[in-house]
Each structure stands twice: as C-alpha cells, then as structure tokens.
C-alpha cells in the first residue's frame, strides 16, 4: 500500500526556517510531479513549489525567494525548505505526487508562524 508521510511542521517565529519532508513508502515503480501544497484556514488549497515533468522547479509567487524544494537520488522523498516565514505562511502543508499512474497526498503537517 503506497502512502505519503510528511514531517517536519511545527511553530516558528517570523524570520525562522522550517524544513519539510515527505517520505513515499510502499510498492512504487516511478514517481512523478513531486509537489507541495497548502492550505490556511478558510481558504482553498494552494500550490507551493513543484518539481516538474522534465524535472525544473516551479515555485509560487509568494514563497520565491524563501522556499526551495528538493529531492533525494531514489526521488521518494522530497523536501521544501522555508526560510524568512512569515505569518501568512501559517497553514497545513501537503505533499502530492504521482506514484506510478495514481496522484497520492500525505496526511499534511502544521507549519503555525508566530511570534
């Protein structure tokens, strides 16, 4: 059974860093579209950073500059680096990728920004 496992979230003042990671676990052949999303309170969910088909970065407006995701050799984990967050970064952060031919999404994990 394939499932997505994220750590790292907690609280943080403003100006502070946070690394997230999310581990895939199961039966995989290939990974694909390793992205992470989140979602604040009353609000609809929203990208963050990607990885792309042909492997290139995509980063939301508001995060460049201060986030940076990665991922390992095996591309089974991928990371999201927050640096300078700020309060309107506060939300519950997603994992998403596409494990073979089905798009998966971990169970999220709290990032709160404040002081």
């Known amino acids: 059974q394939v499932q997505l496992v994220e750590s790292g979230g907690g609280l943080v003042q403003p100006g502070g860093f946070l690394r997230l990671s999310c581990v895939a676990s199961?039966?995989?052949?290939?990974?694909?579209?390793m992205g992470w999303y989140r979602q604040a309170p009353g609000k609809a969910r929203e990208l963050v950073a990607r990885?792309?088909?042909?492997?290139?970065?995509g980063y939301a407006d508001f995060v460049k500059g201060r986030f940076t995701i990665s991922r390992d050799g095996a591309a089974k984990t991928v990371f999201l680096q927050m640096n300078s967050l700020k309060p309107e970064d506060t939300a519950v952060y997603y994992c998403?990728?596409?494990?073979?031919?089905?798009?998966?999404w971990g169970q999220g994990t709290q990032v709160t920004v404040s002081s």
């Open positions: 998403s990728m596409r494990i073979d031919l089905y798009m998966y």
């Open positions: 990885f792309t088909s042909i492997g290139s970065r």
């Open positions: 199961g039966s995989i052949f290939s990974t694909n579209d």
